[in-house]
T-cell receptor, first 111, second 119 residues
Framework: QKEVEQDPGPLSVPEGAIVSLNCTYS??????FMWYRQYSRKGPELLMY????GNKEDGRFTAQVDKSSKYISLFIRDSQPSDSATYLC???????????FGGGTRVLVKP | GAVVSQHPSRVICKSGTSVKIECRSL??????MFWYRQFPKKSLMLMAT?????????EQGVEKDKFLINHASLTLSTLTVTSAHPEDSSFYIC???????????????FGPGTRLTVL
């Protein structure tokens, strides 16, 4: 079993829909949770990070963490074609430590 | 947010030559830098972790004599691919974490990546 599981997709949604992404993890020592967006042939871009259970909102993005279920989610509201990318969850035990990545979910938002 | 740059963005070289890739943190002190390799449609594979002023720690299976990492300052780390061969062709990405205005960045910020093609 991988430490972090993420559905590879692709996930195809119409413009304006809500995109729902999630990851599950097995190590209860993980404390920091991040979501990155990666466009083709580019480096990952940090979207959200949190270290507590609950919701965190930033513009159209909402990150959700449930430590009891070892489950994290990212929601993108009012999706745009420019949101088409691969989304990676990343988790670590402590700030500054190496990250454990999910495999990434490819998202396609159709106009 | 913190900015990390990489140079070059793309490099093509002949088999047997060495290639150096630079990773710079532009607006924060990068106490730790990470080097990743990414194959097409795959997730990132961590190659090594380097702390400023110390020797890099390599992940299992990564040849330290093949991939030389130097992190001599708080803003610069370099990855040198020695005697490159076609199988070393890949997308190499660095990331950094550290301190800005005395506060730890908490997470890693990634560079734009370097595409290496070895002929």
């Amino acid at each position: 079993q991988k430490e972090v599981e993420q559905d590879p997709g692709p996930l195809s949604v119409p413009e304006g829909a809500i995109v729902s992404l999630n990851c599950t993890y097995s190590n209860s020592a993980f404390q920091y949770f991040m979501w990155y967006r990666q466009y083709s042939r580019k480096g990952p871009e940090l979207l959200m990070y949190t270290y507590s259970s609950g919701n965190k909102e930033d513009g159209r993005f909402t990150a959700q963490v449930d430590k009891s279920s070892k489950y994290i989610s990212l929601f993108i509201r009012d999706s745009q074609p420019s949101d088409s990318a691969t989304y990676l969850c990343a988790i670590t035990e402590a700030a500054g430590n190496k990250l454990t990545f999910g495999g990434g979910t490819r998202v396609l938002v159709k106009p | 947010g913190a900015v990390v740059s990489q140079h070059p963005s793309r490099v093509i070289c002949k088999s047997g030559t060495s290639v150096k890739i630079e990773c710079r943190s532009l607006d924060f002190q990068a106490t730790t830098m990470f080097w990743y390799r990414q194959f097409p449609k795959k997730s990132l594979m961590l190659m090594a972790t380097s702390n400023e002023g110390s020797k890099a720690t390599y992940e299992q299976g990564v040849e330290k004599d093949k991939f030389l990492i130097n992190h001599a300052s708080l803003t610069l780390s370099t990855l040198t691919v020695t005697s490159a061969h076609p199988e070393d062709s890949s997308f190499y990405i660095c990331s950094a974490s550290g301190f800005t205005s005395g506060t730890h960045t908490d997470t890693q910020y990634f560079g734009p990546g370097t595409r290496l093609t070895v002929l």
